[in-house]
């Protein structure tokens, strides 16, 4: 699919009913709770919420990211 002077890499490509889109993903703001299955549980819509998420340009742009967007809560 893609040549050897490709411009992209790294990236995944779809194609479903004769369109070629590009899958990404993205990461939402998050929440630093304790980390126990009923504070997951608890607090799952903020978890999800993506109306303040962002697409990382890479992995070390992501990883950094919880150390200055996300809020503690008690």
Same mark, same amino acid.
């Given at each position: 699919?893609?040549?050897?002077?490709?411009?992209?890499?790294?990236?995944?490509?779809?194609?479903?009913?004769?369109?070629?889109?590009?899958? +990404?993903?993205?990461?939402?703001?998050?929440?630093?709770? &304790?980390?126990?299955?009923?504070?997951?549980?608890? /607090?799952?819509?903020?978890?999800?919420?993506?109306?303040?998420? +962002?697409?990382?340009?890479?992995?070390?742009?992501?990883? &950094?990211?919880?150390?200055?967007?996300?809020?503690? /809560?008690?």
């Amino acid at each position: 699919m893609f040549s050897e002077d490709r411009s992209v890499s790294a990236e995944i490509c779809t194609s479903a009913a004769g369109q070629v889109a590009r899958f +990404f993903a993205g990461r939402t703001r998050g929440y630093q709770p &304790a980390l126990t299955a009923e504070c997951v549980r608890d /607090h799952l819509d903020r978890i999800r919420d993506e109306s303040d998420s +962002f697409i990382p340009v890479d992995s070390v742009v992501e990883a &950094a990211h919880p150390l200055r967007s996300t809020t503690r /809560h008690p």
